[in-house]
């Protein structure tokens, strides 16, 4: 069941990336940003009231558990790592083509994976292995593939805005895995409704602070602001991965090492997209590329069952 839901995940990943670029098209970031913040917040606060006055069963999947300072201070930890995570890939994929982002983001299960298994002491069987390294071998291709299009990952700051990204999103995919995990198992066992909707809502008023004290004062001077009907679009998209996504964590045996490789298959919708829609370059070369992450999805999925 976990692994339907982290193919399910990853699709909704996919078109997360999409909506997401289609907005930073010569638009500002950070008012992008805030608004995606505030349509993820206002997506869930219903979730908190109605569980806080009873009319949501304990029992739903869409109950919201209240928390004291004790729960929140985990839930704003993981608002700060995922904020930051979110400003550096956002930059970075506006200035970048989709289909290179995408394999880049595709690292980050293998971050995932060291972590799990220092911290977790997940292991990965044959199957899993040969996913991993087909994976690896594929966005080695693809890196060598985007010189042709005059970037050289060592010398462009954009590619290292998106990959420090990606760093602090396995931080935050083994966080989750420790937020989410009962106490028997090492973890703090609490409630996904309720880190998915605060953690949106803490960072709306962290986005808004920044909006006012740094982009406002000197947004005459850079790129300015538009609206494009793809922006609520981000906040609808990553909401319900990021739901798919913790309620697949939250079920017995699920291995966040596996279910981070999986979600990084949204590359494959990010790439069509990117060719059709954005018309970016150099596809064929990439095309043999995408199949090897393909492969590795798959082989993924056959370990894990």
């Not at 997401?20 to 940003?33: C, D, G, T, Y």
Request: overall charge positive.
């Amino acid at each position: 069941m976990w692994l339907a839901l982290a193919f399910l995940s990853a699709t909704l990943l996919g078109f997360y990336d999409v909506f997401k670029k289609q907005s930073l098209k010569e638009n500002a970031v950070i008012p992008v940003l805030l608004l995606n913040t505030l349509f993820s917040s206002l997506i869930f606060l219903p979730f908190i009231i109605m569980s806080a006055q009873g009319q949501i069963s304990q029992d739903s999947l869409f109950f919201c558990e209240s928390y004291g300072w004790e729960g929140h201070k985990y839930i704003l930890l993981k608002s700060c790592i995922v904020l930051a995570s979110w400003l550096l890939a956002y930059f970075g994929l506006k200035h970048l083509p989709l289909t290179i982002v995408g394999p880049i983001n595709a690292t980050r299960p293998v971050m995932v994976l060291v972590g799990a298994m220092v911290i977790f002491a997940e292991r990965l069987n044959l199957w899993q292995w040969l996913g991993v390294l087909i994976a690896l071998l594929g966005i080695e291709m693809l890196k060598k593939t985007s010189k042709k299009e005059g970037i050289n990952w060592w010398h462009d700051k954009w590619i290292y805005f998106v990959i420090l990204a990606n760093v602090l999103g396995a931080m935050s995919g083994l966080y989750d895995k420790y937020l989410m995990a009962s106490p028997e198992n090492g973890g703090v066992g609490m409630n996904k409704m309720a880190v998915q909707s605060w953690y949106n809502i803490y960072q709306f008023f962290m986005m808004a602070a920044m909006l006012i004290l740094l982009w406002w004062p000197t947004h005459k001077k850079t790129t300015p602001f538009h609206w494009h009907w793809s922006i609520p679009l981000i906040s609808i998209f990553l909401s319900m991965a990021d739901f798919v996504y913790f309620y697949a964590l939250g079920l017995d045996g699920a291995m966040i090492s596996v279910v981070s490789m999986i979600r990084r298959g949204s590359v494959i919708v990010s790439f069509l997209c990117g060719a059709m829609l954005f018309k970016e370059k150099n596809l064929k070369a990439k095309v043999f590329d995408l199949l090897l992450v393909l492969l590795s999805m798959i082989l993924l999925y056959i370990g894990s069952r």
